[in-house]
């Protein structure tokens, strides 16, 4: 199909769109920076086919952000290119009315070029994007699927100044020490909450599956189907964020996507399911023997712990997220794997030969979804190009056990950062622009963090010494 010819076709849509939903006068548009974070403007219901047809300028800073919107000079896209303009273009996919929005508004994803455009691959969804579509040249298609934890907390702090559970949406109590894993009575009392998200994501065609109450106080988890389209999993994951947290701010709560937001409890993990399909549609990972996983998937396990180490600050960008990386808080800490085991890094589930995948458990719900997906993609086709062999597999509680493993893994923030820094295959995975913007950001978000005096420190020493 010619470019000229998808323009149209996209227009077309657009043109029924506005037709089939004549009250929204408004669009948020949105690009996701190398944190995930939404940034964007919003217009009025006559901008949108112009936004088509000519896309919207933005400056290169909006891809060179930290974490507070605050321009990170290093990152080579803020003043050192003068912070000239690019273009942001829709994802036509992406244009969704927003439910229950008053007064109603819609919702476009945005991907970024050059004033000529010619794709930024500093835009993480566009360097996802240029992976999937070298595996089908390759005669791969990638199916993947987030599973997402959150919290749902209180508006107001408690009496120490820390973040609460929220109170139930029906009866109104709050569990402070309750882990109600698995509790359906958990599930009732948020069901206009849980309601509202469902039919948020069907009007977003976002497939949200099975709801659980998860291992602690105010936390829950969500599951997405298994699609076919690697890029779309990746957008259905950071806009089903989106919809909770509006979903849960419409309820007078607020739904907390930190990985580590409450002391003492399990935090939050964003485990990402993937498998790979020839194009006659059989399963790369299919077992020839029962239970006795075939070559590739060996060879992709060897790939993801092999490169483990060195990707680490992309499946914990953050400082809260080093909190949730502890031993026996079903949070993986050592590059392993396992059959159907949920204390090791790289479980393969149970499932029938045919849907065989691997479920990667490192990623806390505070990573990018872009970010996430690429990486783990580029480790298992380093993988399996170069048939590097996996350790034995763990069997048993993999936090009991010695790991002996040549992977240096770092052990907090800083030590990740380095690695990244120093690291050839997230340079190659990343692109030269990206990894340079993403590691600049990293270092400036670890300053603004090791240089500020907290309230722990005030309370540890202003007596003692």
């Given at each position: 199909?010619?470019?000229?010819?998808?323009?149209n076709?996209?227009?077309?849509?657009?043109?029924?769109?506005l037709?089939?939903?004549?009250?929204i006068?408004?669009?948020?548009?949105?690009?996701?920076?190398?944190?995930?974070?939404g940034?964007?403007?919003?217009?009025?219901?006559?901008?949108?086919?112009?936004?088509?047809?000519t896309?919207?300028?933005?400056?290169?800073s909006?891809?060179?952000?930290?974490?507070?919107?605050?321009?990170v000079?290093?990152?080579g896209?803020?003043?050192?290119?003068?912070?000239?303009d690019?273009?942001?273009?829709?994802?036509?996919?992406?244009?969704?009315?927003i439910?229950?929005?008053?007064?109603?508004r819609?919702?476009?994803?945005?991907?970024?070029?050059?004033?000529?455009?010619k794709k930024l691959?500093?835009?993480?969804?566009?360097?996802?994007?240029k992976?999937t579509?070298?595996?089908?040249?390759?005669?791969?298609?990638?199916?993947g699927?987030?599973e997402?934890?959150?919290?749902?907390?209180?508006?107001?702090l408690?009496?120490?100044?820390?973040l609460?559970?929220?109170?139930?949406?029906?009866?109104k109590?709050?569990s402070?020490?309750?882990?109600?894993?698995?509790?359906?009575?958990?599930?009732?009392?948020?069901?206009?909450?849980?309601?509202?998200?469902y039919?948020?994501a069907?009007?977003?065609?976002?497939?949200?599956?099975?709801?659980i109450?998860?291992?602690?106080p105010?936390?829950f988890?969500?599951t997405?189907?298994?699609?076919?389209n690697?890029?779309?999993?990746?957008?259905d994951?950071i806009?089903?964020?989106?919809i909770?947290?509006?979903?849960a701010?419409?309820?007078?709560?607020?739904?907390?996507?930190?990985?580590?937001?409450?002391?003492?409890?399990?935090g939050s993990?964003?485990?990402?399911?993937?498998s790979?399909?020839d194009?006659?549609?059989?399963?790369?990972?299919l077992?020839?023997?029962?239970n006795?996983?075939?070559?590739?998937?060996?060879n992709s396990?060897?790939?993801?712990?092999?490169?483990?180490?060195e990707?680490m600050?992309?499946f914990?960008?953050?400082?809260?997220?080093w909190?949730?990386?502890i031993?026996?808080?079903?949070?993986?800490?050592?590059?392993?794997?396992?059959?159907?085991?949920?204390?090791?890094?790289?479980?393969?589930?149970?499932?029938?030969?045919?849907?065989r995948?691997?479920?990667?458990?490192?990623?806390?719900?505070?990573?990018?979804?872009?970010?996430?997906?690429?990486?783990v993609?580029?480790?298992?086709?380093l993988?399996?190009?170069?048939k590097?062999k996996?350790?034995?597999?763990?069997?048993?509680?993999a936090?009991?056990?010695k790991?002996?493993?040549?992977?240096?893994?770092?052990?907090?923030?800083?030590s990740?950062?380095i690695?990244?820094?120093?690291?050839?295959?997230?340079k190659?995975?990343?692109?030269?622009?990206?990894?340079?913007?993403?590691?600049a950001i990293?270092?400036?978000?670890?300053?603004?963090?090791?240089?500020?005096v907290?309230?722990?420190d005030?309370?540890l020493?202003?007596?003692?010494?």
């Amino acid at each position: 199909m010619s470019n000229n010819h998808k323009k149209n076709n996209n227009l077309s849509k657009v043109k029924k769109f506005l037709k089939d939903n004549p009250n929204i006068k408004s669009f948020d548009i949105v690009m996701h920076d190398c944190n995930g974070v939404g940034r964007g403007k919003i217009i009025r219901r006559q901008e949108l086919l112009k936004l088509y047809e000519t896309g919207r300028q933005f400056p290169l800073s909006t891809l060179g952000m930290d974490i507070t919107g605050e321009d990170v000079p290093n990152t080579g896209l803020i003043l050192e290119q003068g912070d000239g303009d690019i273009k942001a273009w829709p994802i036509p996919s992406s244009l969704k009315p927003i439910y229950k929005s008053k007064p109603p508004r819609g919702e476009l994803f945005m991907t970024m070029s050059d004033i000529d455009g010619k794709k930024l691959y500093s835009d993480p969804r566009n360097v996802l994007e240029k992976l999937t579509q070298d595996c089908s040249k390759d005669g791969i298609e990638v199916y993947g699927a987030f599973e997402l934890e959150f919290f749902l907390v209180s508006n107001e702090l408690d009496q120490f100044g820390k973040l609460q559970p929220a109170k139930s949406i029906l009866g109104k109590r709050r569990s402070y020490i309750k882990t109600d894993v698995y509790s359906v009575d958990k599930l009732h009392e948020m069901l206009p909450l849980f309601d509202d998200i469902y039919e948020a994501a069907k009007i977003s065609d976002i497939e949200a599956e099975t709801i659980i109450s998860e291992y602690a106080p105010g936390q829950f988890e969500l599951t997405l189907k298994h699609q076919s389209n690697l890029l779309k999993a990746a957008d259905d994951i950071i806009r089903l964020k989106r919809i909770v947290r509006a979903q849960a701010r419409s309820h007078g709560i607020t739904a907390c996507f930190m990985a580590k937001p409450i002391e003492n409890v399990s935090g939050s993990g964003m485990h990402f399911h993937i498998s790979m399909y020839d194009r006659k549609g059989k399963n790369l990972f299919l077992d020839k023997i029962k239970n006795k996983p075939n070559q590739n998937l060996l060879n992709s396990i060897g790939g993801l712990i092999q490169t483990m180490g060195e990707s680490m600050l992309v499946f914990a960008p953050h400082a809260n997220s080093w909190r949730r990386l502890i031993l026996g808080s079903y949070a993986p800490v050592t590059p392993n794997w396992g059959m159907d085991n949920r204390s090791v890094a790289f479980r393969i589930p149970s499932s029938s030969a045919k849907n065989r995948r691997i479920e990667h458990r490192v990623s806390g719900v505070d990573a990018n979804p872009y970010l996430v997906a690429l990486t783990v993609l580029s480790a298992i086709r380093l993988g399996m190009k170069n048939k590097i062999k996996p350790p034995e597999q763990t069997t048993g509680n993999a936090y009991n056990q010695k790991q002996k493993s040549e992977i240096k893994m770092p052990h907090d923030w800083s030590s990740a950062i380095i690695q990244a820094k120093k690291s050839k295959f997230l340079k190659e995975t990343l692109g030269k622009d990206l990894h340079k913007a993403f590691i600049a950001i990293k270092e400036m978000e670890y300053q603004k963090v090791a240089s500020t005096v907290s309230e722990l420190d005030i309370d540890l020493y202003l007596n003692a010494i």
